[in-house]
Nanobody, 127 residues
């Protein structure tokens, strides 16, 4: 069982930045990949970014490339999403998720391939 707790969301003006954090429980965090997804009102949940178990591989949605950076600190059981140059279209609930395929370098953009989810943190970008 893995518990994920996101934090760092809030209200920011367009052009601003936020850093989201996701703390994971358990002793196996360093063995599996992590992802960030988001869901805006009335829309389906969509992939944002993913990072491999070692942090050596990352992958981004086109909407996040060049603006967002995913990283992890395995000593702290935490994954981060640094978001810069935010715009109102980034407004959504952001979720972190764990893909418990140990030591795999394959990064999934499919929500159904992730095994555990956090409760989400709201990000609102005002124009």
């Amino acid at each position: 069982q893995v518990q994920l707790v996101e934090s760092g969301g809030g209200l920011v003006q367009a052009g601003g930045s936020l850093r989201l954090s996701c703390a994971a429980s358990g002793r196996t965090f360093s063995r599996y990949a992590m992802g960030w997804f988001r869901q805006a009102p009335g829309k389906e949940r969509e992939f944002v970014a993913a990072i491999s178990w070692s942090g050596g591989s990352t992958y981004y949605a086109d909407s996040a490339t060049g603006r967002f950076t995913i990283s992890r600190d395995n000593a702290k059981n935490t994954v981060y999403l640094q978001m810069n140059s935010l715009n109102p279209e980034d407004t959504a609930v952001y979720y972190c998720a764990a893909d418990l395929l140990y030591y795999s370098d394959q990064l999934s953009i499919k929500s159904y391939e992730y095994d555990y989810w956090g409760q989400g943190t709201q990000v609102t970008v005002s124009s």
